[in-house]
């Protein structure tokens, strides 16, 4: 890992180019996806088969793409008893966490004005489970169990085949939260399909779940029809450490994240300039025992690096500039440092509290955001399953005491139609003659 600090000529540069990486979609990317979505949304299944088998190299027909009850059967016939425990654990943990989000219907009265706010779930959600290069359970349990405790009406999902298939921890995970409907398709789109509808798969009120550039690029497009979670970037840690941990951890911790991509970025910001390089010394160690190495080694080259800072304070300061998806604060005193946060995805407590154990069953969301975005977004959760709805209900007496208010507002800004419907009120009866 290279070593820069704050104080370097380069530094700046440096930290944009870590930061900006993924973040603008080449167009190519867009110009491909534009069309597809565009051929969805007028053919539908025809351009969605099509799509999926140009891509995919799997040939589906309406009866295919969904995933069947005997399907569903031979997938968990092949889940073992231990694997089935490790995915109710998760998602009795998730479950709990995301119930202390649950917001209710409020309201509220003032001199003959009763205000408040409806609270009404979504009524169809679809979720994203990539298929790539790995499977994904805990993402399906992290994007469908928020939406269940929301009371979602139906929550569908789409993930990518291998050879016709979906790999059977994916499906177990669907079927412990409550997903109705699987279909076998993936990328592009299977956004566009969710978000337009087809013969085959209806369409939803809101995508969620993280995809490749181009799943991201189809979010972006069809987001005004549908809503979307977020336009997932590449992962990301941010680790800073004041030098008195086990250098081994925060390496392992940084290794971690660079095998999800060749793009992930790895940062240690630490004021010690001696760990940084113990530190440095042990990613190299580790990296050579990892099944992912060469992902790990090409993340590493290109956006890993330590920060050497004047202090912990100066840490922080950059921690909340880049604003990471996962931020671990690996101190003697961690709790020291939290209320000088204000932008991150999650924070990790402490040198026992790997990220490893947020991307699995701590109980908060996994899905995040990224590449900066968290200066002014959060954690999937259940309130993203949410419409809220103004309530409104004023008496004639509080009318005719607000209501000229109102109408001045209405002149000011030269609508005249919206003074007369204050106008009429005031000067008749409420019921018809």
């Known amino acids: 890992m290279r070593i820069i600090s704050t104080t370097d000529k380069e530094f700046e540069r440096e930290f944009r180019r870590i930061l900006g990486r993924g973040g603008v979609m080449a167009e190519e990317v867009v110009q491909t996806v534009a069309a597809i979505c565009e051929e969805v949304e007028k053919r539908g299944d025809e351009a969605l088969f099509a799509y999926t088998e140009r891509y995919d190299g799997v040939r589906l027909t309406p009866e295919m793409a969904l995933v069947s009850p005997d399907e569903i059967e031979r997938a968990m016939a092949n889940v073992s008893a231990e694997d089935m425990e490790m995915l109710k ?26 205000l ?19 499977a994904y359970p805990s993402t399906v349990l992290m994007a469908a169990i928020p939406a269940a405790i929301a009371g979602v009406g139906e929550i569908i999902m789409a993930s990518p085949s291998s050879r016709g298939e979906i790999n059977p921890l994916v499906i177990a995970a669907a079927q412990i939260c409550g997903i109705s409907r699987i279909f076998k398709v993936g990328g592009a789109q299977a956004v566009a399909a969710m978000a337009y509808g087809t013969e085959t798969i209806p369409a939803v009120d809101k995508i969620v779940g993280p995809g490749n550039a181009y799943v991201a690029a189809a979010k972006r497009l069809v987001y005004g029809r549908v809503s979307i979670d977020m336009i997932a970037g590449p992962s990301e840690c941010l680790i800073v450490s004041d030098g008195r941990v086990n250098p081994a951890f925060v390496a392992s911790d940084l290794l971690a994240q660079a095998e999800h991509d060749e793009q992930a970025a790895a940062i240690l910001v630490t004021p010690d300039m001696g760990f940084a390089r113990e530190v440095a010394k042990e990613v190299e160690r580790q990296m050579k025992a990892l099944e992912r190495k060469s992902i790990c080694r090409q993340a590493i080259d290109s956006y890993g690096v330590s920060i050497i800072t004047r202090d912990l304070t100066e840490a922080m300061e950059v921690a909340n500039r880049f604003a990471p998806e996962h931020l671990e604060i690996a101190t003697k005193d961690p ?3 939290l209320p000088l946060v204000r932008n991150a995805g999650a924070v990790f407590l402490g040198p026992y509290t790997p990220e490893t154990m947020g991307d699995y069953l701590a109980g908060p969301n996994h899905i995040l955001p990224t590449g900066g975005t968290a200066r002014f977004s959060s954690a999937l959760g259940v309130y993203d399953f949410f419409k809220r709805i103004s309530v409104i209900s004023i008496s004639e007496p509080a009318l005719r005491k607000l209501g000229p208010f109102a109408r001045r507002f ?15 009120r005031l000067a008749g009866k409420g019921e018809k003659s």
């Not at 209405?410 to 009429?424: M, N, S, V």
């Open 89 to 114: 654990l998760a998602a009795e943990r998730i479950e709990r966490f995301h119930r202390h989000q649950v917001v209710s219907d409020w309201r509220y009265e003032e001199a003959g004005l009763v």
């Open 410 to 424: 209405a002149q000011r800004e030269g609508l005249t139609a919206h003074g007369k419907a204050i106008d009429l």
């Open 116 to 134: 408040g706010q409806k609270v009404v779930p979504l009524a169809r959600v679809g979720i994203y489970c990539p298929g790539g290069r790995a």
């Open 335 to 337: 709790e020291k440092l």
